[in-house]
Each structure stands twice: as structure tokens, then as C-alpha cells.
T-cell receptor
Framework: EPEVTQTPSHQVTQMGQEVILRCVPI?????FYWYRQILGQKVEFLVS????????KSEIFDDQFSVERPDGSNFTLKIRSTKLEDSAMYFC??????????FGPGTRLTVL | AQSVTQLGSHVSVSEGALVLLRCNYS??????LFWYVQYPNQGLQLLLK??????LVKGINGFEAEFKKSETSFHLTKPSAHMSDAAEYFC???????????FGAGTRLAVHP
């Protein structure tokens, strides 16, 4: 069964460093998303991506964040200068033709 | 704006008992509604979805949910709880099938022998 994959599973970084979180969506899906879940809190939408451009972004998704689909398979989230409050689980999701978002296993980002 | 309220951050049931997890939504347009389950240290798995077809929706693992427009509710039920159902459950709403999901705060289900 096709699934969304994410790498790495856990990323530890120093405050101020850049991180890139990687996702491989399900191959025939057209819509892609990033969400985050701070420990003990609800899952929050960050950004959606369709047809090689951002379709919607939340207020969390400021200039420190960017997304890219560098090739036909990967979908990345970059945080340019990490802050302590960026520590969270980041989930990638993709959506095909049946109005269902499939989530990856997540990347746990720890900013020290 | 859309929102989701899940009543009860923790629910505990006995094995074999009815599971009822409550979800109320707010939406200015006909909603798409979803239930996801998250097992420890794992991602979110779709249990079931409502997309304006039948109001009673059946999902995986014996779960079902009923869309009640008059009550703006989409409660999740399972007739008989199993130990393996212990997890966190999230209700989510979207205004279109491909738009962002707005999640509730989640309900942690514990199942005891």
C-alpha cells in the first residue's frame, strides 16, 4: 500500500541553524501539506502546496519557513533560522482524488 | 472560520464496552469531516471521513461516525472496545476535500481489562 515517508525521523539542531525536513508523498497525489504538533498540543496547519506553488499558509508559516518540490517525488520544508519554539513533530501529508489526506510518520525536531 | 471541539481530553473504557468520542464542529459551509487515530510515536491514520454522502460513515477497525447537521456533531463510536484501540483520536474539519484540515485538541482513549 502506498504511503507517505519522511526523513529524518528525529532531527536535533542548535538554535539559529537551518534545517530541511524531507517528505516523499504518495506518487500520484497532487496536493501536499505540512502540519506541526507541539508536544501536548493540537495538530496545526502550516502550509499547502499545489501545482508547484503555495495554495495556503497559516500565520505560523512566516518568512523563516519555505517549501519546495525540487523534483517529481520530494517535498521539503526548510526552516532558515530555528528557534526554540520550533521544536515540534512535523507531519507531511498528501491528498489524491478522494478527499483524504494521508500523513507520514513525522519528523521530531528538537531545537537546543 | 472553522473550528473543532472535542469534549473530553481523556476517555477510559473497559474492554468490550462502548466507545463514544465526541466531536462538534463549526463551519460556515458544508463541511468535510474526518477522524484520525494516532498510536504512540506514529503518524496520523485516517479512520473515516464524511464528504456529504451518507450521514452514517463506517471506517476501519469497527469504528463509525454519524454526521448530525442539526447538532453540528460528528461523534465517533465503536460497539466493543479492544485493548488495541488505546490511542489518541483527532477529529478534523475542512471546507473542501483538498483544503487544510483544522484539528480538534484530541481525545486520548484508554482501554482497561
Amino acid at each position: 500500500e502506498p504511503e507517505v515517508t519522511q526523513t529524518p525521523s528525529h532531527q536535533v539542531t542548535q538554535m539559529g541553524q537551518e534545517v530541511i525536513l524531507r517528505c516523499v508523498p504518495i506518487s500520484n497525489h497532487l496536493y501536499f501539506y505540512w502540519y506541526r504538533q507541539i508536544l501536548g498540543q493540537k495538530v496545526e496547519f502550516l502550509v499547502s502546496f499545489y501545482n508547484n506553488e503555495i495554495s495556503e499558509k497559516s500565520e505560523i508559516f512566516d518568512d523563516q519557513f519555505s517549501v519546495e518540490r525540487p523534483d517529481g517525488s520530494n517535498f521539503t520544508l526548510k526552516i532558515r533560522s530555528t528557534k526554540l519554539e520550533d521544536s515540534a513533530m512535523y507531519f507531511c501529508a498528501s491528498n489524491g482524488q478522494h478527499n483524504e489526506q494521508f500523513f507520514g510518520p513525522g519528523t521530531r525536531l528538537t531545537v537546543l | 472560520a472553522q473550528s473543532v471541539t472535542q469534549l473530553g481530553s481523556h476517555v477510559s473504557v473497559s474492554e468490550g464496552a462502548l466507545v463514544l468520542l465526541r466531536c462538534n464542529y463549526s463551519s460556515s459551509v458544508p463541511p468535510y469531516l474526518f477522524w484520525y487515530v494516532q498510536y504512540p510515536n506514529q503518524g496520523l491514520q485516517l479512520l473515516l471521513k464524511y464528504t456529504s454522502a451518507a450521514t452514517l460513515v463506517k471506517g476501519i477497525n469497527g469504528f463509525e461516525a454519524e454526521f448530525k447537521k442539526s447538532e453540528t456533531s460528528f461523534h465517533l463510536t465503536k460497539p466493543s472496545a479492544h485493548m488495541s484501540d488505546a490511542a489518541e483520536y483527532f477529529c478534523a474539519v475542512s471546507d473542501r476535500g483538498y483544503n487544510k484540515l483544522i484539528f480538534g485538541a484530541g481525545t486520548r482513549l484508554a482501554v482497561h481489562p
